[in-house]
């Protein structure tokens, strides 16, 4: 049995391991930190049972199990949350977890969860495995072809008019993702998912992997309406979920799957031309979010890692966007926040020191009365006599 375990707490990560190898050592167990780790080994291993934090840089957990569940039909999926709202257990049973775990997960609940669901996953591996590798390979067969005829290579004497027979007529819709300051392995995963789901929501199609930073998408549209609904939808799920630009071009009607090369050319080189139907993607609103979420939790830990996994941001990639978005370094920025909150509670008539260092979110008076004095030059003591004097 292989098992994933997605959670950006690494002591999470290795008590659930821990619990399993115990119970089932003969099970072969993968640790990821986070959606994008948790990809990569999804991509490149066996696995039978994800469990999956909520809460996780990159991508949340539901997220990630609603974007894998398509790919991966066969892995059954369990949640972990210290979240115990009906809403979140609600959303991740209709997206079809089989459990929902709060932390601190109970050990014998966990043991008794992977027994249950080790049962069920060989019963149904037993049945489907050889419908399940036919499928694979003719999925992989007609990948590999049409990358070949859309890039121009001879596909020998193969016959490939079986494979177009669905589709009179059809487009090609191009997705491509700019190079960013991190990996865009994370985001070719979740441009395949959406770009899949909505070919299947408005025709008849597939997607197919062109490279690393392009994906390509053959659909037959039985509504002419269905084309601008569906890059419509596509480009407002991607500004959602990409934190990096990308370009979506589309080929207009196509009733010869020989001119597929030639239109795919082109759409290449219409992604590439400067200024060409770029689109940003979330970023700039994440940073407002940030924002906002600051406002609210100004008394609270705010280490910069917390808050880019609130809005779902590499932590590097984050600092930077923040700072070109407000002119301030992220430490400053809450330093800032917290005293201009310092400077209106001691402004009112008893409160103690303590009391403000703690609604501002240091449990140190010392430190608070540095950290103040560093900022205005005066103590918090000097600072409420002067407003007393002033009035």
Not at 95 to 100: E, M, P, S, T
Not at 362 to 384: A, I, L, S, W
């Amino acid at each position: 049995m292989n098992i994933l375990i997605a959670d950006d707490e690494s002591v999470i990560r290795e008590g659930v391991k821990r619990t399993i190898k115990r119970a089932f050592p003969a099970y072969t167990i993968h640790l990821a930190g986070s959606a994008e780790e948790a990809v990569g080994i999804l991509e490149s291993r066996p696995i039978d049972i994800v469990l999956t934090d909520i809460l996780m840089p990159g991508i949340n957990g539901l997220e990630f199990m609603k974007m894998s569940r398509r790919k991966y039909p066969q892995v059954k999926w369990v949640v972990i949350s210290a979240h115990s709202e009906f809403s979140y257990a609600q959303e991740a049973v209709r997206l079809g977890a089989r459990d929902y775990l709060l932390k601190p997960i109970g050990k014998q609940r966990l043991i008794e969860l992977m027994e249950q669901l080790a049962l069920e996953t060989q019963a149904e591996t037993e049945m489907s495995l050889e419908g399940d590798m036919l499928r694979q390979n003719l999925k992989y067969l007609r990948e590999a072809v049409f990358q070949r005829l859309a890039t121009g290579l001879d596909i020998g004497n193969l016959d490939i008019a079986p494979i177009f027979e669905k589709y009179p007529n059809f487009h090609l819709v191009l997705a491509h993702i700019e190079e960013a300051v991190k990996p865009v392995h994370l985001e070719h995963f979740i441009i395949e998912n959406v770009l899949s789901e909505l070919v299947d929501r408005h025709g008849q199609g597939f997607v197919v992997n062109f490279d690393r930073q392009t994906l390509l998408a053959i659909v037959h549209f039985s509504n002419p309406a269905g084309v601008e609904a569906m890059l419509t939808e596509l480009k407002t799920h991607l500004r959602h979920y990409l934190k990096v630009p990308f370009h979506i071009t589309q080929s207009g009607t196509i009733t010869d799957f020989q001119r597929i090369a030639q239109e795919v050319k082109r759409l290449r080189q219409a992604a590439s031309i400067p200024g060409a139907d770029r689109t940003e993607g979330s970023s700039d609103h994440a940073i407002d979010v940030a924002l906002q979420y600051l406002k609210a939790h100004y008394n609270e830990e705010l280490s910069l890692e917390k808050v880019a996994s609130v809005v779902f941001l590499n932590p590097i990639y984050f600092s930077q966007l923040f700072k070109q978005k407000t002119g301030q370094g992220y430490k400053e920025y809450v330093i800032s926040l917290r005293i201009e909150q310092a400077k209106e509670l001691l402004q009112q008539h008893g409160l103690k020191l303590a009391d403000i260092a703690e609604r501002i979110g240091y449990g140190d008076v010392r430190h608070f009365t540095q950290v103040f004095r560093k900022k205005m030059n005066v103590t918090p003591t000097e600072y409420r006599q002067q407003f007393l004097a002033e009035r």
